[in-house]
C-alpha cells in the first residue's frame, strides 16, 4: 500500500492550493481518510477527515476554508485550501486507517508529506 502526496507549494496569504494523495495497493472504499498536518516543533494535528460514508469533519481552524474530498474513480483523496493563513504552514500528510479515531496518531498508513508554505 502506497500513499503519494503532492501539490504543496509556496502560496501567499489568501490564496489557494490543492493537494492530492493517490493510494495505490488498495481501494479507499471501506477506509477512513484524511489530512494530517505537522509544523516543525509541534505535535500533528488532524485537518480534515473523510469517512467510510462520506461524511466529513475539520478541525475548527480550517472550518469554512479547506474541503476534503475523494475521487473513488481515481482513488484520490484531495484537500483544497482556500484563503489560507500563515499558520497554514506545515508538512501535510495523508492517512488512511479503517477507524477515524486513529487518522491523526497511528494510522494504519500515511504517505511521506508534502509542504506547505504560507507567506505574506
Known amino acids: 500500500v502506497q500513499l503519494v502526496e503532492s501539490g504543496g507549494g509556496s502560496v501567499q496569504v489568501g490564496g489557494s492550493l490543492r493537494l492530492s494523495c493517490a493510494a495505490s495497493?488498495?481501494?479507499?472504499?471501506?477506509?477512513?481518510m484524511g489530512w494530517v498536518r505537522q509544523a516543525p516543533g509541534k505535535d500533528p494535528e488532524g485537518v480534515a477527515i473523510?469517512?467510510?460514508?462520506?461524511?466529513?469533519r475539520y478541525v475548527d481552524s480550517v472550518k469554512g476554508r479547506f474541503t476534503i474530498s475523494k475521487d473513488y474513480a481515481k482513488n484520490t483523496l484531495y484537500l483544497q485550501m482556500d484563503n489560507v493563513r500563515l499558520d497554514d504552514s506545515a508538512r501535510y500528510y495523508c492517512?488512511?486507517?479503517?477507524?477515524?479515531?486513529?487518522?491523526?496518531?497511528?494510522?494504519?498508513?500515511r504517505g511521506q508529506g508534502t509542504q506547505v508554505t504560507v507567506s505574506s
Open positions: 492517512a488512511a486507517d479503517p477507524s477515524c479515531d486513529w487518522i491523526t496518531t497511528k494510522p494504519d498508513y
Open positions: 495497493g488498495y481501494t479507499y472504499s471501506g477506509y477512513c
Open positions: 473523510i469517512d467510510s460514508d462520506g461524511l466529513t
